[in-house]
């Protein structure tokens, strides 16, 4: 097992996560909590050290690029999931969560649940809601990175699909393919959240909660900054754009990413997930439109909106609260 290269990658994700600190600091300090700013600071500060210590340290014995297979790739993702959140939840903790509280947090935004502890303090300021958004953006890139990097292999799916737009490295050199796949997909998968992010607040939305809609949306994580979620916001054009954004979230990445990069044309990529995605959410909306027991057509859009949020993982509702039993199993 190559031990080197797993450490070199959490010391990569680290120091990545490290410059994300900068956003909710400056936050902080406009919203005027100085307490919060210094936190941020010495969070930064010890990922910043940390990171770039595991990542020295790697390169000073065996090479990186040596062989790097499934366990050393599956040995990365379970250090990001598992042990990088004791130091991604410092913020918490120092905004005064125990420390098994803040470690939950941050895992459950690293893998894009959005399950918090308290509803109300997960949302009591803007900080701390672009740091949980961040988590869950570079929770949902690193799973579309690790997806493209490992499972669109034939001995994995049985079936062609789309082409990623890098190069697929052998069966020995797992993590070579991952991190290619993050900067293949890091350029586009934030210029989409933050393209959405702007719409929400051209829509009205403040521009901290739009940011962290447009993080979250695209994520999967279904962060809503108002406690009462999009109702809590006056436009009622702001239904279509989160609509979209949660579409997009549940299609192949990779698909996107090649139109986006090689402007290629839909009907050359020979790829099936994506309309079985849509075709799911038309049913299942239907489903839902019948569970609530109304025949206004009118009242579909609401139920098609919760198809695309339970079936893309963002999983608010809006609307008549449909029967989401079935369709969860």
């Known amino acids: 097992m190559n031990i080197v290269a797993i450490i070199s990658y959490l010391g990569r994700l680290l120091m990545f996560m490290a410059i994300g600190t900068i956003f909710p600091l400056l936050t902080a300090v406009f919203e005027g909590n100085g307490a919060q700013a210094l936190g941020f600071l010495y969070t930064g500060m010890?990922?910043?050290?940390?990171?770039?210590?595991?990542?020295?340290?790697?390169?000073?014995?065996?090479?990186?690029?040596?062989?790097?297979?499934l366990r050393e790739t599956i040995l990365v993702l379970l250090g990001f999931w598992l042990v990088l959140p004791v130091i991604y939840g410092?913020?918490?903790?120092?905004?005064?969560?125990?420390?098994?509280?803040?470690?939950?947090?941050?895992?459950?935004?690293?893998?894009?649940?959005?399950?918090?502890?308290?509803?109300?303090?997960?949302?009591?300021?803007?900080?701390?809601?672009?740091?949980?958004?961040?988590l869950q953006s570079m929770g949902g890139l690193v799973s579309l990175a690790a997806a493209a990097a490992v499972f669109v292999r034939p001995q994995f799916l049985g079936v062609s699909t789309v082409t990623p737009p890098f190069s697929l490295e052998g069966d020995d050199r797992y993590l070579q393919t991952f991190r290619k796949a993050l900067i293949a997909f890091l350029p586009i998968y934030l210029g989409i959240s933050l393209g959405f992010s702007l719409l929400?607040?051209?829509?009205?939305?403040?521009?901290?909660?739009?940011?962290?809609?447009?993080?979250?949306?695209?994520?999967?994580?279904?962060?809503?900054?108002?406690?009462?979620?999009?109702?809590?916001?006056?436009?009622?054009?702001?239904?279509?754009?989160?609509?979209?954004?949660?579409?997009?979230?549940?299609?192949?990445?990779?698909?996107?990413?090649?139109?986006?990069?090689?402007?290629a044309r839909l009907r050359d990529l020979r790829e099936r997930e994506t309309p079985v995605f849509?075709?799911?959410?038309?049913?299942?909306?239907?489903?839902?439109?019948?569970?609530?027991?109304?025949?206004?057509?009118?009242?579909?859009?609401?139920?098609?909106?919760?198809?695309?949020?339970?079936?893309?993982?963002?999983g608010f509702t809006i609307g008549v609260t449909p029967e989401l039993v079935p369709v969860l199993v």
């Open 46 to 69: 010890i990922m910043g050290f940390l990171g770039g210590g595991l990542y020295y340290s790697s390169h000073q014995g065996e090479k990186e690029t040596d062989k790097t297979g």
């Open 90 to 134: 410092l913020p918490f903790v120092l905004d005064g969560m125990s420390f098994l509280d803040g470690w939950f947090e941050a895992v459950s935004a690293i893998t894009t649940t959005g399950a918090w502890l308290d509803a109300d303090q997960a949302r009591a300021n803007g900080a701390t809601m672009l740091w949980r958004a961040q």
């Open 200 to 263: 929400f607040s051209v829509l009205g939305v403040p521009i901290i909660e739009a940011v962290v809609m447009g993080l979250s949306l695209i994520a999967s994580g279904g962060f809503i900054p108002a406690i009462e979620g999009l109702d809590g916001y006056s436009s009622s054009a702001l239904y279509l754009p989160v609509f979209l954004a949660m579409l997009m979230s549940g299609v192949n990445f990779i698909l996107i990413a090649r139109i986006v990069d090689q402007r």
């Open 278 to 314: 849509l075709i799911f959410v038309l049913l299942v909306g239907v489903l839902y439109w019948i569970s609530t027991d109304s025949r206004d057509w009118q009242l579909y859009f609401p139920q098609i909106f919760n198809a695309a949020s339970v079936l893309s993982t963002n």
